[in-house]
């Protein structure tokens, strides 16, 4: 075992361990795993570009990350990818990995930052979600990437803004309606139905003021017309419960729309996205299985509104699995 290898399980063995001490201490770690991935053997995607601006704030930047040998004429499908942090903290710079495990999947992933804290409340998180969604449209082909089919994709808050630039229409309009360039969500962990706001916490900061508070809600503007979602949680997170993957995808199906929901068992609120890293990979399929949707929904032959492809079933894939007209819940441990 060579070194560099050695430091890496290093590094990736005290991230687990990390998750109970102080929220610097939990980024600083990631950043860590960020470098721990670089270095881990294992097919991944390149960085093609960095820190480039869609607004004025350092903040308002994105990175791209290609395919291996991805030609700047190529058209290969896109994924956005938005970071969690409670809408106040973490960075797209952390997520080197999420952007290098996408793009060796085949997709030109853009990894998209936005205003955090108190210059980031609500609306501006989403003003920059949809402005990070309409950078790509205009520049991604440029980088090898097909600007008519994308999917938004991210954990906890991030997931919770990929969903509401999608379902409410206020933010991306047609291109969020089937048949657009959007052509569905990858949701981990995704707070869609939380209300009412615990008072003081991080959404009552970054939300609290938004009249009507529904309007926060994913699940306020649930639809039949919106691209399909797949929404994967585990049922050990405490953090955003199960129940609000559970519910919103049986909101979107009842609208006549298409919802796939994974309850990954003995998973917590983190696994599921360092999962998507080198080293975590082996524990939990959330890239596979969102890839697969992915490449399903960006086929330039699929149409939302069909059937959907059989998903494995759960003796297969340790998964609980809510698939089209059919729920099947996790514990709810309220």
């Known amino acids: 075992m060579g070194k560099a290898m050695v430091i890496a399980l290093i590094v990736a063995g005290a991230l687990l361990a990390a998750f109970g001490v102080g929220q610097a201490a939990r980024w600083q770690l990631l950043g860590l795993l960020d470098v721990a991935d670089r270095w881990w053997p294992g097919d991944g995607g390149e960085r093609r570009a960095t820190a480039l601006s869609y607004g004025p704030s350092t903040e308002q930047q994105v990175d791209v990350f290609v395919p291996a040998g991805t030609r700047d004429t190529d058209r290969k499908p896109v994924i956005i990818w938005f970071h969690g942090g409670g809408w106040d903290s973490g960075g797209r710079d952390f997520y080197g990995f999420a952007g290098r495990a996408f793009a060796g999947e085949g997709f030109v992933t853009v990894v998209a930052g936005y205003r955090l804290g108190?210059?980031?409340?609500?609306?501006?998180?989403?003003?920059?979600?949809?402005?990070?969604?309409?950078?790509?449209?205009?520049?991604?082909?440029?980088?090898?990437?097909?600007?008519?089919?994308?999917?938004?994709?991210?954990?906890?808050a991030g997931a919770h803004?990929?969903?509401?630039?999608?379902?409410?229409?206020?933010?991306?309009?047609?291109?969020?309606?089937?048949?657009?360039?959007?052509?569905?969500?990858?949701?981990?962990?995704?707070?869609?139905?939380?209300?009412?706001?615990?008072?003081?916490?991080?959404?009552?900061?970054?939300?609290?003021?938004?009249?009507?508070?529904?309007?926060?809600?994913?699940?306020?503007?649930?639809?039949?017309?919106?691209?399909?979602?797949?929404?994967a949680t585990g049922d050990l997170d405490t953090t955003v419960r199960p129940r609000n993957s559970v519910r919103l995808?049986?909101?979107?199906?009842?609208?006549?729309?298409?919802?796939?929901?994974?309850?990954?068992?003995?998973?917590?609120?983190?696994?599921?996205?360092?999962?998507?890293?080198?080293?975590?990979?082996?524990?939990?399929?959330?890239?596979?299985?969102?890839?697969?949707?992915?490449?399903?929904?960006?086929?330039r032959s699929y149409r939302a509104l069909d059937q959907p492809e059989p998903l494995p079933q759960p003796a297969e894939r340790g998964a609980v699995v809510a698939a089209e007209g059919e729920t099947q819940r996790a514990p709810d441990r309220r």
């Open 118 to 156: 108190s210059d980031g409340r609500y609306p501006a998180f989403m003003e920059d979600a949809a402005a990070a969604v309409r950078w790509t449209r205009a520049n991604i082909a440029a980088l090898g990437g097909d600007p008519d089919r994308i999917v938004l994709a991210g954990h906890s």
């Open 161 to 231: 803004i990929a969903l509401l630039s999608v379902l409410d229409v206020r933010w991306l309009g047609e291109e969020a309606m089937v048949g657009g360039p959007i052509k569905g969500v990858i949701a981990l962990a995704a707070p869609t139905d939380f209300l009412p706001f615990e008072r003081g916490g991080s959404a009552d900061r970054a939300m609290g003021q938004v009249v009507p508070l529904s309007f926060t809600q994913p699940i306020t503007f649930a639809r039949g017309d919106a691209p399909p979602l797949w929404l």
């Open 249 to 299: 995808g049986q909101a979107i199906r009842d609208a006549g729309g298409s919802a796939d929901v994974v309850i990954y068992p003995l998973v917590d609120h983190i696994a599921i996205m360092t999962a998507l890293s080198l080293p975590y990979r082996n524990r939990v399929p959330t890239l596979i299985e969102a890839t697969a949707f992915a490449k399903r929904v960006t086929r």
